[in-house]
């Protein structure tokens, strides 16, 4: 299959294919059953500063399986100083894996050494922007590696903010040279909650910059969505993802699902459900010059 309007990466990262995240409740049938999964995404800190099962299961799959590294404790936009026992904890788990990719969001979560277990938004100006580039090129430096950064999805904004949230992406991707995790259930979950354009928020991504990204589902409240990762994508997020991948070519994609979570059968066909609208983008993009032979012909 050729993908459509292939795009270069920044990054000498495979595409790993189509994956789900590894949760406990997976963790018998994983074993036992060995599905035929292209990938793996771990929540960081959930092995971070665990032994026991948990990571004897993780270094069985790991052997079997590409692992790809996901935080929710980095705190990039913090303005605490840099956690260094941190990074070396993420720094041993990634080598241990062999981790193909690791990444985190765009948020603060905590001050003055306190975590408040929650990705909070940030405001979005030049000296914000200038704190987090900093920031950024510090983490890359200490792991040696590029540092992925998921957009999130929010609920409220700061008036300070100068700058979209996508623009701030873009320019942060560019001027600290990392790579981004495009979420595209919190592209519209933040769309919704804000009353911005999710399209335009996709087309402003730089796509050489992508290194994977990620699908969920979520719970509309009618006057707000909350990023729940609790059920199916609707089909306004998987047009979304369309978009992207036309923009791309497609990249590494991630099914989400970390509440009221199925059997892993359930989740794994979301996954392959992208691996269906790539493939359907490609043959679009290759009817029209099958169509000329024909009529040549």
Known sequence: MTPPRRTKSRFD???????????????????????KVDWFEIVSENFMDTGGR??????????????????????????D????????????????VKARF?????????????????????????ECLAHCVER??????FLGRPLVLENPSSYVEFKSSRMSEWEFLARLAEEADCGLLLDLNNVYVSS??????????????????????HVAGHTNHGTHILDTHSDHAIE??????????????????????????????????EALKAKKRLEKLARKSEAPKGRHAARAG
């Open 13 to 35: 990262i495979p595409d790993l294919g189509f994956g789900v995240g590894l949760r406990t409740v997976h963790f018998g049938h994983v074993l036992e059953k060995k599905p």
């Open 54 to 79: 948990p990571l004897w299961v993780l270094d069985q799959v790991a052997e079997r399986y590409p692992i790809g590294m996901h935080g929710v404790s980095l705190s990039i936009g913090t303005v």
């Open 81 to 96: 100083p840099v956690d260094f026992d941190y990074l070396r904890k993420l720094d041993a788990l990634a080598k241990r």
């Open 102 to 126: 690791v990444s985190d969001h765009l948020c603060w979560c905590g001050i003055a050494g306190r975590n408040m277990h929650d990705l909070l938004p940030l405001p979005y100006t030049e």
């Open 136 to 141: 950024v090129k510090i983490v890359q430096d």
């Open 192 to 213: 919704f909650n804000h009353g911005f354009d999710p399209f335009a928020y996709v087309d402003a991504i730089p796509p050489e910059r992508v290194v994977y990204y």
């Open 236 to 269: 306004a997020v998987w047009k979304l993802y369309e978009r992207a991948c036309e923009l791309s070519g497609g990249r590494s994609t991630l099914y989400e699902w970390d509440e009221n979570i199925p059997a892993f059968g359930v989740v794994h066909a």
